[in-house]
């Protein structure tokens, strides 16, 4: 019984600081997600949105996973000098307070490598986006034309 009680008050602990971390005006919002059609024998996919941070604190997209792939990655599209594109991975995505960093081709994406099947237009894609403090979003991503 003492043992009951003790894993109660444990949630309940947990529940408050939950609260308490909301209160800090702390607040990810994911919006327009979207993710283009996988193209032939191509097998990697990209997922684009927008992330607004309406909260009072800066916060960091660290990481990405996908069911639908082996693996989903950070990355930025770059034109060098020449015009040729390339993209690096990034470590993290920092979204001041108050501001936004739009994901888009030709720029910051979510790489999903090996996909497990190909993308058509109408699929959707499981997206879970891990941020430094807002901790998981999950999202559902459509497939449609860019
Ligand atoms: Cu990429």
Sequence with gaps: MLKI??????????????????????QIKIEDAWARPSAGVDMNGAIYFQIVNDGKEA???????????????????????????????????????????????????????DLKQPLAVGDEVSLTLRFEKAGEIVLNVKVREP
């Design 5 to 26: 009680f003790a894993i109660l008050s444990l949630s309940a602990i947990l529940v408050l600081t939950g609260c308490a971390q909301q209160s800090t005006g702390l």
């Design 59 to 113: 916060d960091k997209l660290i990481s990405a996973y996908t069911p639908s792939a082996q693996a989903a990655e950070v990355h930025e599209s770059m034109a060098d000098d020449n015009g040729v594109m390339s993209m690096t991975p990034r470590e993290n995505v920092e979204v001041s307070a108050g501001g936004e960093v739009e994901f888009k081709p030709g720029g910051l994406h979510i790489m999903l490598v």
